[in-house]
C-alpha cells in the first residue's frame, strides 16, 4: 500500500465562535486524488485551512509525511512541499503572469530548474504563455484560477490542495480546469481536491469523502460515491 502523505485525525475547528469541524478523520495517500465533497457550509474549506496552517485547531491532528505539523504555518508547510490553491483564487493582481509564477518559485534558488517549471506551466497553460506580460488582475476568472494552479505548482509540491477551482467560472472554463486536475494529477502530483461540484470531483477521484455539518458522513472509492443512490439525491439532484 502506498504511503499516507497527509492524516487528519479527529480534526475540530473552531471558527468567528462557531464549531465548523467537528471530528474529521481522513487520508491522503501518496498518488491518489482524493475528493472532498459536501454542501455550502459543510466545513471544508475551514479544514483545508486547518491543514495548511491557516487556522488553528481546537482537537485533533494533523500529520504529513508521518509527523504532526500542528501549529506550523503556511510557508512552513510549502517549503515540505504542501501547497495549496485557495477558494478566490488570491493572484497578485499587480503583478503580471510571469513574476506571479515567480512568487510561487519564491522557496527556491535554482534559477535553471525555475526557468524550466516555468516553461512546464506555460505547456500546461497555453493561455497564461500567451499573455505572460499582462497584469493578473486583468484576467478573467478562468484565467486567474490557471494561474493561481501554475503558482502553485512553482514550489514542486508533494501534495497540492485545491479549494473550490470550479466556484464561479463558466461552463466551457469549468472543463478546462477539470482537465487541468486530471493533467497535473496524472503527471504524479497527490491532489486533494474539495469541490462543490460534486459529480466531476468523484468521477477523477480514486477516493472520497462526503462531508456534512462539520462531520465525514460517507467514505469510499469515487466511483462508488458516484453510483451512491444517498449522493445521487443530496449532491447530483436525482
Known amino acids: 500500500m502506498a504511503q499516507t502523505l497527509l492524516k487528519v485525525t479527529g480534526l475540530k475547528v473552531g471558527y468567528g465562535g462557531i464549531q465548523a469541524v467537528k471530528g474529521v478523520d481522513f487520508e491522503v495517500r501518496e498518488g491518489e486524488l482524493v475528493s472532498l465533497i459536501g454542501s455550502n457550509g459543510a466545513g471544508k474549506t475551514t479544514t483545508m485551512k486547518a491543514i495548511t496552517g491557516s487556522l488553528p485547531l481546537a482537537g485533533g491532528d494533523i500529520e504529513y509525511l508521518g509527523k504532526s505539523i500542528k501549529g506550523q504555518g503556511p510557508w512552513d508547510l510549502v517549503r515540505q512541499g504542501l501547497a495549496m490553491v485557495p477558494e478566490g483564487r488570491g493572484v497578485f493582481t499587480r503583478m503580471s503572469i510571469t513574476e506571479n509564477l515567480l512568487m510561487g518559485a519564491y522557496i527556491r534558488s535554482d534559477k535553471a530548474a525555475i526557468a524550466q517549471d516555468i516553461e512546464r506551466v506555460f505547456t500546461i497553460f497555453p493561455r497564461l504563455r500567451e499573455r505572460k506580460d499582462q497584469l493578473a488582475g486583468t484576467m478573467s476568472g478562468g484565467e486567474q484560477q490557471m494561474l493561481a494552479m501554475g503558482r502553485a505548482l512553482m514550489c514542486r509540491p508533494k501534495v497540492l490542495l485545491l479549494d473550490e477551482p470550479s466556484m464561479g467560472l463558466s461552463p466551457i472554463m469549468v472543463d478546462k480546469i477539470f482537465e487541468v486536475v486530471q493533467e497535473v494529477y496524472a503527471q504524479g502530483v497527490t491532489v486533494l481536491l474539495v469541490e462543490q461540484n460534486a459529480s466531476r470531483a468523484l468521477a477523477l477521484a480514486n477516493r472520497g469523502y ?29
Open 210 to 238: 462526503v462531508m456534512e455539518s462539520g462531520l465525514i458522513s460517507m467514505s469510499g472509492s469515487g466511483k462508488d460515491l458516484l453510483a451512491d443512490p444517498k449522493v445521487r439525491a443530496a449532491y447530483l439532484g436525482e
